[in-house]
């Protein structure tokens, strides 16, 4: 990954509201992880309502499915500027959600919708989330490639009759659908006689209610096996100023083999904050 291809990617999704990145990863390597998958996209039902689809298998908690996953939710470009986008709301993003989706032949469009819509905050000032659709099987638009508004990031939309015309997402396992928080999209109608798997990867702001509750899908037994990284995505880290702390502690105490019975709390705070805690403690110690 170079910084400039980073850079690139961030603008071009940033102006149009998605971009999709070719052959960031083998189509091998995609087919290994859908092999892993296969079992739970054979037991996962359908859905149940109109949003989540009738003829649509969705499953989450990929992390502790595949080890294979891992590569995705870390792959250097689209981790980068899932940064690069939300950096300037938050000291540290969080992986928001790891799901696998199957579309079988006879499944309707789905409704057009922003993903950041899950929370009530002002939308507008900044971006909420980045999310990466990574294909298993070829998207097109004959079997639901996913369908994006391009430009709505930036438009006020009240009906669903103010929307352009969609673009379908069209591309093979190995390439990377990115879509802002923000941009209207949706799954599209399967006309094939052939199921459509893919893999949506989303990383939000740090201090989000993640879509996906992480330490429920990746207790301490399954996350201390992951990489430091990985494990801070996955939501063991505290967001500064002490924020998803654990008994005053980083929640990451609890991947050690050495978990105090009482943790000692202990500050965790952003620099500007450490330095008036400081002074101000300081202040009232020399009786002033």
């Given at each position: 990954m170079s910084a400039a291809s980073v850079c690139d990617w961030t603008e071009r999704?940033?102006?149009?509201?998605?971009?999709?990145?070719?052959?960031?990863?083998?189509?091998?390597?995609?087919?290994?992880?859908?092999?892993?998958?296969?079992?739970?996209?054979?037991?996962t039902p359908f859905g149940d309502g109109d949003f989540y689809g009738h003829r649509t298998k969705r499953f989450g908690s990929l992390l502790r499915r595949s080890p294979r996953v891992a590569n995705l939710v870390l792959e250097p470009t689209v981790l980068g500027l899932a940064r690069e986008i939300l950096a300037p709301a938050c000291e540290r993003i969080?992986?928001?959600?790891?799901?696998?989706?199957?579309?079988?032949?006879?499944?309707?469009?789905?409704?057009?919708?922003?993903?950041?819509?899950?929370?009530?905050?002002?939308?507008g000032r900044h971006e909420y989330l980045v999310n990466v659709m990574w294909?298993?099987?070829?998207?097109?638009?004959?079997?639901?490639?996913?369908?994006?508004?391009?430009?709505?990031?930036?438009?006020?939309?009240?009906?669903?009759?103010d929307l352009g015309t969609p673009i379908a997402a069209e591309c093979g396992?190995?390439?990377?659908?990115?879509?802002?928080?923000?941009?209207?999209?949706?799954?599209?109608?399967?006309?094939?006689?052939?199921?459509?798997?893919?893999?949506?990867?989303?990383?939000?702001?740090g201090w989000l209610k993640p879509y996906e509750n992480p330490w429920l899908a990746y207790p301490p037994s399954v996350a201390k096996e992951f990489s430091r990284e990985l494990a801070e995505l996955a939501g063991y880290v505290q967001h500064r100023p002490n924020l998803g702390n654990y008994e005053g502690q980083c929640p990451s105490i609890l991947l050690r083999g050495d978990v105090p019975s009482h943790p000692r709390a202990t500050d965790s705070l952003r620099p500007d904050q450490q330095l008036a805690v400081v002074a101000f403690a300081r202040e009232r110690r020399d009786g002033r």
């Open positions: 999704l940033l102006e149009t509201g998605y971009a999709i990145i070719p052959d960031l990863l083998s189509a091998s390597a995609l087919a290994a992880l859908e092999a892993d998958l296969d079992a739970d996209f054979t037991a969080q992986l928001n959600v790891a799901q696998a989706i199957e579309i079988h032949p006879g499944e309707i469009e789905q409704f057009p919708h922003c993903d950041h819509d899950m929370w009530a905050g002002d939308k294909p298993l099987t070829p998207f097109t638009a004959e079997n639901g490639a996913t369908r994006i508004y391009p430009g709505s990031h930036r438009q006020s939309i009240a009906r669903l009759e396992p190995g390439s990377a659908i990115c879509f802002l928080g923000s941009t209207v999209h949706g799954a599209g109608p399967n006309r094939s006689q052939a199921v459509r798997r893919g893999i949506v990867i989303g990383y939000s702001l």
